[in-house]
C-alpha cells in the first residue's frame, strides 16, 4: 500500500502537468480566434465600406448622365420633326443612330441607378391593391408603339380567377417589361406570350415565353448575375447592360418572391417571376430586406 501512495502522487502530478499545458494550449487557441474573429470584422467593414462607395459612386454618376443623355434625346428629337428644317435621307439615317445609342444609354444609366438604389436599400416598397387586368393593360399600351415587326406577336392572356393584387405595381411592371423587352429583342419571328397563374392560393406566377433563339443550358445558372450577357450572334447587333436580368431579381426579393427561367436551345425562352398575392407587410409585417416601405 505504501508503493502505491508515491505512484498515485506522480500520476496526479503528471495529469496536472497535462491539464495546465492543455489549458496553455486552449489560451493561446482563444487568443487566436480572437485575432481571427478581429481580422474578419475589419475585412467585413471593408467591404461594406467598398460596397457602400461603389453605390454612392453608380449612384452619382447615374445622375450626372442622365441631364446630358436627355439634352441629346430632345435634340435628335427636335431634328427628327424637322422643326428647324428638313432632312435628307442621310441626314435622317445619322438622327435615328444618335436617338438609338442616346437610348442606350439612358436604359443602362436608369439600370445602374436602380442597381444603385437597391444595393444601397434605398428602394421604397409602396403597395397597393390593384387589378390583374389594368396591369396587363398598362403594359400592353407600353409596348404597342414599339412593336415594329410583324412577324413575331405579343399576346397578354386574360387573367382568370385571379383576386386583386397588394404588392408595388411599379416594381412587378418593371420585372415584367425587363423579361418581355428581351423576350422581344430575341424573338425573330413568332410570339411572346404573357401569362399569370394562381399558385396555391396565396402566391401568382407571371411568365414571359417566347419562341426566339433560346438558351444553352450551361449559360442558364448565371443568367441572373450583374453585367451577365449570353454569347449569341445577334447578341453583336442588339447591345444591353447585362443589368436588366439581375435587377428584375433583386427586385422580385424585395417584392418577397423570386425569379425563374426555362429555356432550350433553338426553341425560345420562359422567364417567370412569382411573388405573393399580398405582401407580407400588409398585415404590420417587416418589409423584405433592403426596403423601404410606404403603405399604399
Known amino acids: 500500500m505504501a508503493d502505491t501512495v508515491p505512484e498515485l502522487q506522480q500520476e496526479i502530478a503528471r495529469l496536472e502537468a497535462q491539464a495546465e499545458e492543455l489549458s496553455a494550449e486552449l489560451a493561446e487557441t482563444n487568443r487566436g480566434v480572437l485575432a481571427l474573429y478581429a481580422e474578419l470584422d475589419d475585412n467585413a467593414q471593408q467591404l461594406r465600406d467598398a460596397s457602400d462607395l461603389k453605390s454612392r459612386f453608380l449612384s452619382y454618376m447615374s445622375h ?6 436627355s439634352s441629346i434625346l430632345s435634340i435628335a428629337r427636335i431634328l427628327q420633326d424637322r422643326l428647324d428644317g428638313p432632312l435628307t435621307d442621310e441626314q435622317q439615317k445619322q438622327v435615328r443612330f444618335i436617338q438609338t445609342a442616346a437610348g442606350e444609354l439612358t436604359e443602362m444609366v436608369n439600370d445602374l441607378l436602380d442597381l444603385a438604389k437597391v444595393e444601397a436599400g434605398r428602394v421604397t416598397i409602396s403597395p397597393a391593391w390593384f387589378d390583374m387586368v389594368d396591369l396587363f393593360s398598362a403594359l400592353r399600351g407600353m409596348f404597342k408603339p414599339i412593336l415594329q415587326s410583324h412577324s413575331v406577336s405579343l399576346i397578354f392572356e386574360e387573367p382568370r380567377d385571379i383576386p386583386r393584387i397588394f404588392t408595388d405595381d411599379k416594381k412587378l411592371s418593371q420585372i415584367l417589361r425587363n423579361f418581355i423587352s428581351n423576350a422581344l429583342k430575341f424573338t425573330q419571328e413568332g410570339e411572346v406570350r404573357v401569362t399569370a397563374t394562381l399558385i396555391d392560393g396565396d402566391r401568382v406566377t407571371f411568365r414571359v415565353a417566347d419562341t426566339g433563339i433560346g438558351i444553352a443550358a450551361e449559360h442558364l445558372r448565371t443568367l441572373f448575375q450583374d453585367f451577365v450577357q449570353v454569347p449569341a450572334p445577334i447578341q ?60 399604399g
Open 64 to 69: 450626372e448622365f442622365r441631364t446630358p443623355l
Open 236 to 295: 453583336t447587333r442588339l447591345r444591353g447592360t447585362g443589368l436588366g436580368l439581375s435587377l428584375s431579381r433583386k427586385l422580385a426579393l424585395l417584392l418577397g418572391g423570386d425569379v425563374a427561367v426555362e429555356s432550350t436551345l433553338g426553341q425560345g425562352s420562359r422567364f417567370s417571376v412569382t411573388i405573393p398575392l399580398k405582401l407580407p407587410l400588409a398585415d404590420g409585417g417587416t418589409a423584405p430586406a433592403g426596403a423601404q416601405t410606404a403603405n
